[in-house]
C-alpha cells in the first residue's frame, strides 16, 4: 500500500521559476525522503530528513518536514530544464520498509 | 562506486512464459530490494532482503513470483507464469541499512508481457 501522496501530479513551469510538491502520509514516521526519476532511468536519491528534523537544504533544493500535520514539502529553486523529471516522496512508517507515493510530474519549459 | 546493475534491460515474452531478473547491488550494501513501477505509478515494493534472508515479502505474489539472493550479494527475481499485468518496470535498489540510508537504484527492466 502506498504511504505517502504527492500533490500536485502534474506541475509545468518556466525555466527560472521555483517548483513546489507536497506530500502527505498516514501514520508516524522515522524518515521521509525524495527521489527524482528521470524518464526511462531508475530513481535518484535527493534527500532524507528525519522525523525530529523540520528542514534541510541541498543546493537548490529545500525540504520541508510537519510531522504535526504528516506532511514534506520539497522546493527546487531556479528550475532548469535538467531539472524535468518525476519526483517521489518516500516513507519508512517505522517497520523499515520504504513505500513510495504516485509521484509528480515536474516540466521545466525553456 | 560503481552502482546498482540490473539485466537485461528490456523484455518482451508471451503470457504463460517465464522471465528472469538479474541485480547486482552495490558493494558492502546489505540490505537489496525489489520493487515494481507500473507506467504512471510509484515503486511498489514486492520483496526485501537482508543480507541473503528476507525481512518482507508481503507483497509479493507468490504463486507466480519467486526471488533469491545467493550468498547475501547478486540477487535474481523470476515470473511463472507471466501475466498480461505482470508489464511494469523491475528496480532493483541497495542500501547500506533498511530505510535508514538512501537506497540506490539500477536502471530498472522493462517488462512487456503480450
Known amino acids: 500500500s502506498q504511504q505517502g501522496e504527492e500533490d500536485p501530479q502534474a506541475l509545468s513551469i518556466q525555466e527560472g521559476e521555483n517548483a513546489t510538491m507536497n506530500c502527505s502520509y498516514k501514520?508516524?514516521?522515522?524518515?521521509l525522503q525524495w527521489y527524482r526519476q528521470n524518464s526511462g532511468r531508475g530513481l535518484v536519491h535527493l534527500i532524507l530528513?528525519?522525523?525530529?528534523?523540520r528542514e534541510k537544504h541541498s543546493g537548490r533544493l529545500r525540504v520541508t518536514l510537519d510531522t504535526s500535520k504528516k506532511s514534506s514539502s520539497l522546493l527546487i529553486t531556479a528550475s532548469r530544464a535538467a531539472d524535468t523529471a518525476s519526483y517521489f516522496c518516500?516513507?519508512?512508517?517505522?517497520?523499515?520498509?520504504?513505500?513510495f507515493g504516485a509521484g509528480t510530474t515536474v516540466t521545466v519549459r525553456a | 562506486e560503481a552502482g546498482v546493475a540490473q539485466s537485461p534491460r528490456y523484455k518482451i515474452i508471451e503470457k504463460r512464459q517465464s522471465v528472469a531478473f538479474w541485480c547486482n547491488p552495490i558493494?558492502?550494501?546489505?540490505?537489496l530490494y525489489w520493487y515494481q513501477q507500473i507506467l504512471g505509478q510509484g515503486p511498489k515494493l514486492l520483496i526485501q532482503?537482508?543480507?541473503?534472508?528476507?525481512?518482507?515479502d508481503s507483497q509479493l505474489p507468490k504463486d507466480r513470483f519467486s526471488a533469491e539472493r545467493l550468498k547475501g550479494v547478486d540477487s535474481t527475481l523470476k515470473i511463472q507464469p507471466a501475466k498480461l499485468e505482470d508489464s511494469a518496470v523491475y528496480l532493483c535498489?541497495?542500501?547500506?541499512?533498511?530505510?535508514?540510508?538512501?537506497?540506490?537504484f539500477g536502471n530498472g527492466t522493462r517488462l512487456t508481457v503480450t
Open positions: 535498489a541497495s542500501s547500506l541499512v533498511p530505510t535508514d540510508s538512501p537506497l540506490h
Open positions: 501514520t508516524s514516521i522515522n524518515n
Open positions: 530528513i528525519r522525523s525530529n528534523e
Open positions: 518516500a516513507t519508512d512508517a517505522r517497520d523499515y520498509k520504504l513505500s
Open positions: 558493494s558492502g550494501h546489505a540490505t
Open positions: 532482503f537482508q543480507n541473503n534472508g528476507v525481512v518482507d
